[in-house]
Nanobody, 121 residues
């Protein structure tokens, strides 16, 4: 099967930085788009950033200029560098990937378990 595992969350003061990582493993043939989403308490999950296999990126307006998404196709991994963090960036961050499995040549959407990011003084 396929698994996405995130790491790198934690507690940081406003203005600080964190780097999130997500690694996909399992019966993977190819990974297309990858991305990060977040969900704040009492709110719906929202897009933070996405990146295509070729490296084209897309960001939510609220994080432009502060966050940077990148990926390493050889490692089946995606990263999110978060700088100048604000309290409103607090939430659970989820990794997402569109993956074609070796045994099922259909692109499916996969999610990680989430990693908590808390921005507070």
């Amino acid at each position: 099967q396929v698994q996405l595992v995130e790491s790198g969350g934690g507690l940081v003061q406003p203005g600080g930085s964190l780097r999130l990582s997500c690694a996909a493993s399992g019966r993977i043939f190819r990974i297309n788009d990858m991305g990060w989403y977040r969900q704040a308490p009492g709110k719906q999950r929202e897009l933070v950033a996405t990146i295509s296999r070729a490296g084209s990126t897309n960001y939510a307006d609220s994080v432009k200029g502060r966050f940077a998404i990148s990926r390493d196709n050889a490692k089946n991994s995606v990263y999110l560098q978060m700088n100048s963090l604000k309290p409103e960036d607090t939430g659970v961050y989820y990794c997402n990937a569109q993956i074609i499995r070796i045994d099922i040549f259909i692109s499916n959407n996969y999610w990680g378990q989430g990693t908590q990011v808390a921005v507070s003084s």
